[in-house]
């Protein structure tokens, strides 16, 4: 089957149409996750719904669902899709009123999935390696909260496209490297993998959360600690991660060569060890 839509409660092949008093149209006021289904099965779900909950929470927005109820709906809603390998978009915005910036915390939430088909690409895909573009990180301070307001995203995003390249790295006025424009950033140094701390500057993301517990395994050492530009441009290995990306090399950034312009060892590892877990449920 091609792509398959939910909304609050209706599952339809066809393109469902929203109030455009949707606060989430008009500002950007809901949130969201992307859940990859491998094989029939959905890799991290239980992450992706206790994430949600998590955002919902930072902004402020009331869920009258348990996370039990929700997921049930995300299950029954893939289940109807017949997409085995699939990826899952689930949005819920607070709700739809008169145009007004203050809210009403008896609106009913506007609950939107679609679930499309993806192809699974073979590993060779994630070795080769990809390039990056720097970005200034002008975001606000809850990039805990996976919301829908990702307009800095947007440009970042196309800044790299226009280069040529397969993503923007997020940096700060002081230099501090935060995360890309859709995914969370690693880095090798003298030997040492490391990602910034999952503060409110970057998204804690769950292909992140389970590629440092794959690095314990392998015994790769790690450090959880900030770091700066000039740290991400020394680097000999360089990758990122995310629901769709999976652990996906980046060997040029702003045109330089990261390490030796491949994939490095200590990536390629985690590549394989990710391909593994995930085509395993």
Known sequence: M???????????????????QDRGYNFGDGIYEVIRCYDGKFFALDDHVERLFKSASLIDMNLPYSKEEIRKIITDFYKQSNNPEAAVY???????????????????????????????????????????????????????????????????KQKAKDAGCREALFIRGNGEVTEGGSSNLF???????????????????????????????????YRNEIFYKEDLMAASEVFITGTTSEVTPIVEID??????????????????????MTRNL
């Open 2 to 20: 091609g792509v398959l839509y939910y909304l609050n409660g209706k599952v339809s092949e066809e393109e469902p149409k929203v109030s455009s």
């Open 90 to 156: 689930v949005q819920i915005t607070r709700g739809a009123t008169s145009r007004s910036h203050t809210y009403s915390r008896d609106l009913k939430p506007i609950f939107f999935m679609f679930s499309k088909p993806m192809e699974d690409k073979p590993i060779e895909f994630y070795e080769r390696g990809f390039k990056a573009v720097t970005a200034h990180d002008g975001r606000w301070d809850i990039c805990q909260a996976k919301t829908v307001s990702l307009l800095y995203n947007v440009l970042a």
């Open 255 to 276: 045109g330089k060569k990261v390490g030796t312009g491949k994939t490095g060892e200590i990536t390629d590892k985690l590549i394989h060890a990710y391909h593994d």
């Open 187 to 221: 880095i090798v140094r003298d030997g040492i993998l490391k990602s910034r701390p999952a503060d409110n500057r970057i998204l804690s993301g769950i292909t992140r959360k389970h590629v440092i517990e794959l690095a314990g395994k392998n015994k790769i050492p």
